[in-house]
């Protein structure tokens, strides 16, 4: 598998597809497919953390669940490390499974109520069958204290833990294996925002201390600013924007991004910023619009916009999928 396509990016995507099959109605024998990730391609280069963000249903969790193969694409290619890992299986699958692990979104259904704390970050230490017992109690207590927590909580079960507290648990499970990869998925939606910004600067760390990269899943700009050096806007199941975040966030190109913009608080109120109104309700992904997938709530469409799919061009140092840019 070596050598087939050397890259400089460690994480590489080309043509992602994730189709699920729709369950037929007693009136029709045509199979429907929700496409949930329809043509997505990602370079996350060394030490990057790369964001991606959109409105709930665009397909952002489904391309982080595909990276770490908790799910099979139907269509594409995940190269990792100059690796095609995309339809890998058996011990090469759980070899690669070592390197990479997820954050999930929610602390409160994402760990085990019968596992105290030390049980939680040591199994994947186990199911690896890396270190002694001893190895390993020093190997969870060490990582303990890297995401803020002290040797008492080794005992504690998740229902003995705050929410901040849960997620720094689940994050210690995923800094145990030592990753060169880690998906993010909206770590941060389900907490106080008292404590998000512990957690992130927890995140923010994670790519100096552990040299790896990290794809970064939200809902929201503001966090996306922060810990993220590059973006990608998805709409639908496509990135319809992608670039630098700063410049994406401040200078947005496509009418859907300059949307999600003019919706994200701001504490200045002398910034002013230009209103995108749209249209009626998101499509859904099982009868996407014909022609670009925004076309029937952008209020610049035009009737190229009906017909014909825009691709991703590079545009002032950034890649958008827009006619009208």
Request: some cysteine.
């Amino acid at each position: 598998m070596k050598g087939a396509h050397q890259m400089e990016e460690p994480i590489k995507v080309e043509n992602l597809k994730k189709y699920f099959p729709v369950k037929r109605g007693h009136y029709t024998r045509k199979q429907l497919w929700l496409k949930a990730v329809d043509g997505v391609n990602i370079e996350i280069k060394r030490r990057e953390i790369f964001g991606l963000a959109g409105e709930s249903g665009c397909g952002k969790s489904t391309v982080g669940r595909l990276l770490v193969r908790l799910e099979d694409p139907t269509e594409g290619h995940i190269y990792f490390n100059g690796e095609d890992i995309a339809n890998v299986k058996g011990k090469t699958l759980k070899k690669f499974r070592k390197s990479v692990q997820m954050i999930f979104q929610d602390p409160y259904e994402s760990l085990n109520p019968r596992f105290t704390t030390l049980a939680t970050i040591e199994e994947p230490l186990k199911l690896q069958h890396i270190g002694t017992d001893s190895e390993r109690m020093e190997k969870v207590i060490s990582t303990l204290k890297n995401v803020g927590l002290s040797e008492r909580f080794l005992h504690r079960y998740p229902n003995e833990l705050s929410g901040g507290q849960r997620q720094r648990v689940a994050i210690g499970r995923v800094l145990v294996l030592d990753p060169e990869f880690i998906v993010a998925d909206e770590p941060c939606s389900m907490l106080d925002v008292s404590i998000r910004a512990e957690i992130l600067k927890i995140i923010l760390r994670l790519k100096d201390e552990l040299n790896s990269e990290l794809l970064y899943i939200t809902h929201d700009l503001a966090e996306a600013r922060y810990v993220a050096d590059r973006l990608g806007i998805m709409y639908l199941g496509n990135i319809v924007e992608m670039g630098e975040t700063a410049k994406t966030i401040d200078e947005p190109l496509h009418p859907y991004t300059k949307a999600l913009v003019a919706a994200t608080p701001v504490a200045n109120p002398d910034i002013k910023r230009e209103r995108i109104r749209l249209k009626g309700e998101v499509p859904k992904p099982v009868s996407p619009p014909s022609g670009c997938k925004f076309h029937p709530r952008c209020p610049l469409a035009t009737k190229r916009c009906e017909e014909e799919e825009p691709q991703l061009r590079r545009v002032e140092g950034r890649w958008v999928a827009c006619h009208l840019v």
